[in-house]
């Protein structure tokens, strides 16, 4: 996990491996070891080298130990599944529970119709998604507990928070999970994306972030962008609507390696510009070399080739992955 700064459904509200990382014990490729395991966040000593360990995928050295600091682990209260019209009301969505007093907001996973519509049939799980009738809705997966009860209302914080959104049409419909089984069951919709794998082979896999005022920009203008391409092109799309970062498979359900520079190119329009990223959590392994080649400048990449030729000029650390 260190070596890949990873990250995933809690990283909007615990950061990615690299912000709980207090220290690093790492062998070098020479057999050297680099001993830094700190207890503290405050240690301003000069370059802060095990930065370069965190998501280097193995390439530049071997981590042995960890001070990692930890935050407790909070049991969600309640899951429930939230309608939206479109990706900005979503992002609402979003700020309104996070920014709640009496409310904390655990993961918030967005969902668009391709996608849901797609997974739910291949589970079977349909019936979830009937409390909405919009085919375009955009649906939003979110874990939550209440911090405290609210004592002046029949109704929870977050059911009174969910009308009060439904009234400003923000929200525009959502079932609030009953029993274990159904929270499984909108999770199960949600984490079984490899479904969509199955009944349309051959696409493209992207992991891309873009900052939340331009999220809604970017999903908009990605699908027109697409269909621009091909018109058998289709978008299942679903993101970690905290911070940003989308997961897409773009496929056309048959093999379309023609279309492969034009869709990435589509996919990443814009991202550097708004101060984004073509890979959030993946990192690059052999996959992304050639998208880092193109979209990391040179200046950036020729440091990169600096740091690894001076920790590992043998390069017999995972040799050909990253760079
Ligand atoms: C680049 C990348 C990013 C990922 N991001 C996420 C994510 O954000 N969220 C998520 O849930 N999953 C993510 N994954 C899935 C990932 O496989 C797991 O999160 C986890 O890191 C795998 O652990 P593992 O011990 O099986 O490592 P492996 O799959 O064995 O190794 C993963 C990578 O880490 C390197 N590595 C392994 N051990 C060490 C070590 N001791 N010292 C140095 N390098 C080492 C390997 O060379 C390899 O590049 C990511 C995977 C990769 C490759």
């Not at 029949?154 to 009234?167: A, G, H, K, N, Q």
């Not at 203008?221 to 773009?250: M, P, S, Y």
């Not at 708004?274 to 400048?297: M, Q």
């Amino acid at each position: 996990m260190v070596a890949t700064n990873a990250g995933g459904i809690e990283a909007f509200r615990n950061g990615v491996m690299r912000h709980l990382i207090l220290g690093l014990e790492v062998v070098l490729a020479d057999g050297s070891v680099i001993s830094d395991l700190k207890k503290v966040t405050k240690a301003n000593e000069g370059y802060d080298v095990k930065q370069l360990f965190i998501g280097s995928e193995g390439t530049l050295g071997m981590i042995t130990k960890i001070s990692l600091s930890l935050v407790p682990l909070q049991e969600p209260s309640n899951t429930a599944l939230i309608s939206c019209l479109s990706a900005s009301k979503a992002i609402s969505l979003f700020r309104h529970l996070r920014n709640h007093r009496n409310l904390t907001l655990l993961s918030i996973e967005a969902m668009w119709p391709d996608y849901i519509h797609t997974v739910a049939k291949a589970v079977s799980l349909t019936n979830l998604l009937k409390f909405e009738q919009d085919p375009d809705a955009i649906y939003v997966l979110v874990d939550f507990c209440e911090s405290q009860k609210q004592t002046d209302n029949t109704l929870s914080y977050f059911e009174s928070t969910l009308v009060d959104l439904i009234e400003s049409e923000i929200v525009t419909n959502a079932i609030i999970s009953k029993n274990q089984k159904e929270r499984d069951d909108m999770w199960r919709i949600r984490e079984d994306s490899f479904a969509v794998d199955d009944l349309y082979p051959h696409g493209f896999w992207f992991d891309m972030s873009v900052p939340l005022e331009n999220l809604a920009a970017y999903a908009d203008g990605l699908e027109k962008r697409l269909q621009r391409i091909h018109g058998d092109i289709r978008l299942f799309l679903f993101a970690h609507l905290g911070d940003g970062n989308f997961h897409a498979t773009i496929t056309t359900g048959y093999p379309m390696l023609e279309l492969k520079d034009d869709i990435h190119a589509a996919v990443y329009d814009g991202l550097a510009e708004w101060g984004g990223s073509f890979s959030a959590e993946h990192g690059i392994g052999t996959d992304k070399r050639e998208s880092l080649n193109a979209y990391v400048p040179e200046v950036n990449r020729q440091l990169m080739e600096t740091i690894k030729r001076a920790l590992d000029p043998k390069n017999i650390m995972n040799p050909g992955k990253v760079l």
